[in-house]
């Protein structure tokens, strides 16, 4: 599928690391490095600029070296980006570690993954189907 892309950073296009990749990196656009303390969040700019055709999102979705290694995360994982936005992809990134993180221009900060969605239409009706789970919340199948 091709999606036009502006790219305004000084950086190369989101790209997949390997051939089995589903998610593109997206890299930190900064004029200057930023510090992100412990339990503070930010929205980081990328400078890029996406059109997705409708009946696709983008999600931007956490690194999971990041995360394991530096308690980094995306806030709202995954982000959407819907395929009528034509602002500034940007990542609200969090620090859930007890130490400081510096974000410097060019680091791999997230991951967006396209997807294809599917819109509905509802039908309102007196009851639902029944099913064995029914009407049980978190946690009614087990652990096991």
Not at 101 to 120: C, H, L, P, S, W
């Amino acid at each position: 599928m091709k999606v036009d892309i502006v790219n305004k950073s000084t950086h190369p296009n989101p790209s997949y690391a390997t051939i089995g990749s589903a998610g593109l990196d997206l890299r930190a656009f900064l004029n200057d490095s930023i510090i992100l303390r412990p339990f503070e969040r930010m929205i980081i700019p990328t400078g890029i600029y996406i059109s997705l055709p409708i009946g696709y999102e983008a999600q931007v979705r956490p690194r999971s070296g990041l995360a394991v290694k530096h308690g980094l995360t995306v806030m709202n994982s995954p982000g959407t980006i819907d395929s009528d936005y034509r602002g500034e992809v940007a990542v609200i990134l969090a620090n859930f570690s007890n130490s400081d993180f510096e974000v410097k221009n060019g680091d791999r900060i997230a991951q967006m993954v396209i997807t294809k969605y599917e819109k509905i239409r509802w039908v309102n009706v007196e009851k639902l189907s029944d099913t064995d789970r029914g009407h049980h919340r978190f946690g009614s199948t087990g652990t096991e």
